[in-house]
């Protein structure tokens, strides 16, 4: 009764989170390192005493705060961010729904949308085939739709695909639009020490042959500093309709509302003791969509590999 009550809840807002459906074998500790959000975190957001296979976790991407003003309520707040207003209770700790001016809040955030669309048999959809290399998640992003959509409109009991099956997706695909890359910037001081760059379920991960001085890969406006679960010090930046996020910094030498241009410093990367190695962690969004590398910069042979 309580799952189907949780699933209810969950379903019921339009929420900034990757939603994620357990299936077999996977650990929270699996899923914590998948999504870069540490175990307690999606424990507690999602109150698991025990982890069941189809369960649907809410997973966000950073804790931010918001202090209280005056008229605001939790609602009003959940609103704001989006989020479920129940999300707000639990990292807060709260017995019930009062909160007062001045009080700071601890709110669950994301980049990501994730738009829910009940659909009816005459409504238009899309027959997709998978190819190499595609996961159920890639798909859905593709598309802008949920994988448990995904799931449902298929009939489909777990997220394997393999190569040439066909999916029914309720929705368009988003167009690849070309990417003008002379006005991208390699972030670091050299390419050198580039000794591997790892694609994970949201962005790259560049392992480093020594430290490095971080740059700007694009103009644009800081629109956030802090820390992140699991990318420790973080730096994004909005520019124009894209959304750059640089993770696993060791020193910030930017301010949250700062203008910078490309090649300014963002910061300093180091060796990592939770990495085991010097990395920095890079994230470019143009909407819902994930750009690869090698559609941003011109040397993309450092990126034909991975």
């Given amino acids: 009764m309580w799952v189907f009550i949780?699933?209810?809840?969950?379903?019921?807002?339009?929420?900034?989170?990757?939603?994620?459906?357990?299936?077999?074998?996977?650990?929270?500790?699996?899923?914590?390192?998948?999504?870069g959000v540490s175990v307690d975190l999606i424990e507690k957001l999602n109150e698991i005493v025990v982890l069941k296979v189809g369960q649907i976790l809410f997973i966000p991407d950073r804790i931010e705060e918001y202090r209280v003003l005056s008229g605001d309520?939790?609602?009003?707040?959940?609103?704001?961010?989006?989020?479920?207003?129940?999300?707000?209770?639990?990292?807060?700790?709260?017995?019930d729904e009062r909160i007062y001016e001045g009080q700071t809040l601890k709110i669950p955030v994301s980049l990501y949308k994730s738009d829910k669309i009940n659909h009816n048999k005459n409504d238009k959809f899309s027959i997709h085939t998978v190819t190499s290399g595609e996961t159920l998640y890639s798909i859905s992003r593709s598309y802008g739709v949920g994988i448990d959509e995904i799931l449902k409109w298929n009939n489909k009991q777990n997220q394997t695909v393999f190569v040439g099956e066909k999916l029914k997706i309720f929705g368009?695909?988003?167009?690849?639009?070309?990417?003008?890359?002379?006005?991208?910037?390699?972030?670091?001081?050299s390419k050198a020490i580039l000794e591997d760059c790892i694609k994970n379920k949201r962005g790259y991960v560049f392992y480093l042959r020594e430290a490095s001085t971080i740059y700007s890969v694009r103009d644009g406006i800081v629109e956030y500093v802090g820390h992140i679960n699991g990318y420790d010090k973080v730096v994004i930046v909005k520019s124009g309709e894209y959304k750059i996020v640089y993770g696993y910094l060791n020193e910030v030498y930017v301010n949250r509302g700062e203008k910078v241009k490309k090649g300014d410093n963002i910061g300093i990367v180091d060796y990592h003791s939770f990495i085991g190695k010097v990395a920095l962690y890079l994230e470019v969004r143009k909407g819902k969509k994930t750009l690869q590398m090698n559609e941003i910069f011109e040397d993309n042979s450092l990126f034909a590999r991975k």
């Fill in 6 to 35: 949780f699933v209810l809840i969950f379903c019921s807002s339009e929420i900034f989170a990757v939603q994620y459906k357990v299936k077999e074998k996977d650990t929270l500790w699996s899923i914590s390192k998948n999504f």
């Fill in 73 to 95: 309520s939790l609602l009003s707040i959940a609103k704001k961010f989006n989020i479920n207003v129940k999300y707000i209770i639990i990292l807060n700790n709260l017995k």
């Fill in 172 to 189: 368009e695909r988003k167009i690849n639009i070309a990417v003008d890359n002379s006005i991208w910037q390699f972030p670091l001081k």
